[in-house]
């Protein structure tokens, strides 16, 4: 009897520690499935903010007296990179800003029909919307990874592995205005 007692506390035993690798396996793999997610994200914000100078030289030839606007879209593109090295709790607000700001851009450049007719303005704003589209993808891919890690950390067993192994609940990337979640209808 001692003897099956034994093998079924060794079986129970190993089967925890298969259980517990499982485990810990599943948060590392999800930690890894937010920063790839993350390094998408960021691909698609730089690229955006790459295109930022050159969208601004071709406005400023049309928008001479929009110099406001103008200064607006630098300033936040210079904030957008100062904030490149944060996570996506702290690039999501000035990331906003830069979206609200290339918003008001694009609404004052409908003023200006010649500007409208521009094959360099038109191929920036085709790029920028396709930009536009891939960062809201990404956002989404992000946050539903995070949404998987956050669950495992934050759930029963896996919690207990994930506080003793040092895991932490990773933070949505959100913008502060909803409005600014929604891409800029760049069609003229």
């Given amino acids: ?3 099956i007692v034994g093998w079924a506390g060794l079986v129970l035993l190993v089967l925890v520690l298969l259980v517990g690798i499982y485990g810990y396996n599943l948060l590392v793999f999800n930690r890894a499935r937010v920063a790839e997610a993350w390094s998408g994200i960021d691909v698609q914000l730089k690229r955006r903010s790459s295109l ?5 030289a071709c406005l400023r ?10 200064e607006e879209l630098v300033s936040c593109r210079g904030e957008v990179q100062a904030h490149e090295a944060d996570g996506a709790a702290g690039r999501g ?10 918003l008001r851009a694009f609404a004052l450049a409908e003023r200006y029909p010649e500007l ?4 360099v303005f038109l191929d920036l704003q ?6 536009e589209d891939h960062i809201q993808m990404a956002r989404r891919y992000y946050n539903g990874a995070v949404r998987e890690l956050n669950v495992l950390v934050e759930s029963v067993p896996s919690n207990l592995l ?10 949505y990337f959100t913008l502060e205005d909803a409005r600014d979640a929604q ?6």
């Fill in 183 to 188: 891409s800029p209808n760049m069609e003229f």
């Fill in 126 to 131: 085709r790029t920028l919307s396709e930009v």
């Fill in 61 to 70: 030839a049309y928008m001479a007296h929009e110099r406001d606007t103008l």
């Fill in 93 to 102: 607000p000035v990331e906003g800003q830069l979206s609200a700001s290339l």
């Fill in 116 to 119: 409208k007719a521009d094959a």
């Fill in 52 to 56: 930022i100078p050159q969208l601004v």
């Fill in 162 to 171: 994930a506080k003793a192994f040092g895991f932490r609940c990773a933070a």
């Fill in 1 to 3: 009897m001692q003897g």
